[in-house]
């Protein structure tokens, strides 16, 4: 709430502290520094975020019915949690943070999708790797665009699952 009033500059561990009831000093039991408490904000609401997308693509039967879930509510949670998660990741010293953990989720995201196509599809892993990572960057920008708010969520939601849907198809 101190972000979205106010913007990450307002966040301080006593802030924190006195907004919850709580001493600066049971704070720092909880948290080190002000970047560890950005930082599991930050990995709340992407966890959030993937959970209701991982929920969502569960209830699809077909590849692209699970594409089709997982694009509308990644571009919905987005539009729910992106400002804070925007603001978050802006910030050089929670990017840091994760990065790695980050990469290494995208990477395991990317070859799940890459040998799902191989494997039920036949498509080459090269192609299947590529068609992946550039319909995945589809959604992430219009997920930016919605963060950002220069883009309204219905639109984003036609444009991506188009293209989406297209570049699946082929």
């Known amino acids: 709430s101190i972000i979205a009033a ?3 500059h307002a966040v301080t561990l006593r802030r924190v502290a006195r907004e919850l009831g709580l001493s600066e000093a049971q704070a720092h039991n909880y948290f ?9 904000v930050a990995r709340r609401e992407l966890d959030a975020m993937d959970a209701a997308r991982q929920s969502e ?6 590849n692209q019915t699970r594409v089709t879930l997982s694009t509308i509510a990644y571009l919905r949670q987005v539009a729910q949690r992106g400002v804070l998660i925007q603001v978050l990741l802006n ?3 929670v990017r840091a ?3 790695a953990e980050r990469e290494a989720q995208r990477a395991a995201a990317t070859d ?4 799902r196509l191989t494997q039920r599809y036949g498509v080459e892993d090269d ?3 590529a068609a992946t990572i550039i319909l995945t960057s589809v959604c992430l920008r219009a997920g930016r665009l919605i963060a950002e708010g220069k883009a309204p969520l219905p639109m984003a939601e036609r444009l991506s699952l188009a293209i989406v849907t297209a570049g699946n198809r082929a």
């Not at 080190?32 to 599991?40: E, G, I």
């Not at 693509?57 to 077909?62: I, Q």
């Open 127 to 129: 192609r299947a790797r």
């Open 57 to 62: 693509v569960e209830r699809g039967h077909d």
């Open 112 to 115: 799940r999708m890459t040998e």
């Open 97 to 99: 943070a994760l990065r």
């Open 6 to 8: 106010e913007g990450l």
């Open 32 to 40: 080190r520094r002000r970047t560890d408490l950005l930082v599991a």
């Open 91 to 93: 910030s050089a010293e």
